[in-house]
């Protein structure tokens, strides 16, 4: 068996903290099914680099759905991945 690259991609994840649902409604709207270009820090390079993303997997669990308060999620994560 033989190793050849084809190619090097940057996968970026966001992450948050735990949020309610409204707040996981919201960040989930303002990323778009569509290529976006994205914007980040290189710490191979420390230069900053702007890349084309598709949206890649979702990571969601709820921690618990209390009446009066809502339904609260655990950290959130959304994958960005380079074309």
Request: glycine share 6%.
């Amino acid at each position: 068996m033989r190793l050849s690259y084809i190619a090097t991609k940057y996968k970026i994840i966001l992450k948050t903290t735990p949020i309610l649902q409204a707040q996981l409604t919201e960040f989930y709207s303002h990323i778009p099914m569509r290529a976006i270009s994205v914007k980040f820090f290189n710490p191979f390079t420390g230069q900053w680099q702007t890349i084309q993303c598709y949206r890649g997997d979702r990571k969601v669990s709820m921690l618990g759905d209390w009446e009066g308060f809502g339904k609260l999620y655990d950290e959130t994560e959304q994958s960005l991945i380079e074309l």
